[in-house]
C-alpha cells in the first residue's frame, strides 16, 4: 500500500491546498514553496523507514548514545517540474547525492504518447537507496522507464517513488512495473484528462513553478 500523507490531518493540507488553489497559483515561488515544504516532510516521513543503527556522540559533558541512518538515499528527480520537491527532500538528506533525468513526450498522430528518456545524469546506484522524485504521478510512465533504465545498469538496494499527487492509474502502473517499489504521496486523485492532467490536480507543474514552456 502506498503511503498517503493527506490521510492524516496535518499542516501539510495547506501547503497542498495552497499548491491546487488557482489564485495562489499565480504567486509562482510561493507554489514552489509549497512544493519544497511537502518535500521536506514526505522525506522526513520516509526517512522512519531507513536503516539505522547506534552509534556515540561525545558531547561537552560526556558521551550519549544515538541512532543514525546507516546511509543517506540517492534523490533522482526529473527535470524540471520536479525540483522544488526535490530541494525539499534534499533539506532533509543533507549529504545525499542527486540524479537528473531528462524526458520528454513523443506524441503520436492518434495523440496518445510515449515517454522518451534523453539523458541520465547519477551517481553510482550500486547498494544504495534510491528516491524517485517526480511531482505529478499521472501515467507513471516516466517514473517506470526511469527507473527500468537504472535498475537494469545498477544494483539498487531499495527502491523508492515519491509523488507530490498521483494518479489512482499512476500507482497502478508502478505497482505493476515496480513491484518491489514504496510509493510515497501527498494525496491521490481519482481521474486524469485524455491528455493525462491529474483531475482535479493543480494543472501543469512545470509550468507553474518556472513558467510556461513554449
Ligand atoms: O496533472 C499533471 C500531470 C502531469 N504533469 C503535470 O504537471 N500535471
Known amino acids: ?3 498517503i500523507l493527506n490521510k492524516t490531518d496535518s499542516i501539510a493540507n495547506l501547503y497542498l491546498a495552497d499548491m491546487r488553489d488557482v489564485v495562489a497559483q499565480r504567486d509562482r515561488a510561493r507554489f514552489r514553496r509549497s ?3 511537502l518535500g521536506a516532510i514526505l522525506a522526513y516521513e520516509l526517512s522512519k523507514t531507513l536503516h539505522y543503527q547506534t552509534s556515540e556522540v561525545q558531547t561537552p559533558l560526556g558521551i550519549c548514545k544515538v541512532h543514525l541512518p546507516t546511509q543517506q538515499p540517492v534523490l533522482a ?3 524540471r517540474a520536479g525540483l522544488p520537491f526535490h530541494q525539499g527532500f534534499l533539506e532533509v538528506f543533507e549529504q545525499s547525492e542527486s540524479a537528473f533525468v531528462t524526458a520528454c513526450r513523443k506524441t503520436k498522430k492518434s495523440g496518445s504518447f510515449t515517454i522518451q528518456v534523453d539523458n541520465i545524469s547519477t551517481p553510482n546506484l550500486d547498494g544504495k537507496v534510491l528516491i524517485m522524485i ?8 516516466s517514473v517506470v522507464n526511469v527507473c527500468k533504465e537504472l535498475l537494469a545498469q545498477y544494483d539498487i538496494a531499495e527502491l523508492h517513488v515519491a509523488a507530490v499527487i498521483a494518479s489512482t492509474e499512476g500507482i497502478a502502473h508502478v505497482r505493476a512495473n515496480l513491484p518491489k517499489a514504496k510509493i510515497w504521496v501527498c494525496a491521490v486523485d481519482e481521474e486524469m484528462t485524455s491528455k493525462s492532467y491529474i483531475v482535479p490536480g493543480l ?7 518556472f513558467g510556461e514552456k513554449v
Not at 517526480?134 to 510512465?141: C, F, S, V
Open 203 to 209: 494543472g501543469d507543474a512545470g509550468d507553474l513553478a
Open 1 to 3: 500500500m502506498p503511503f
Open 134 to 141: 517526480d511531482t505529478m504521478l499521472a501515467t507513471g510512465q
Open 35 to 37: 512544493q519544497q515544504k
Open 77 to 79: 528527480t526529473i527535470l
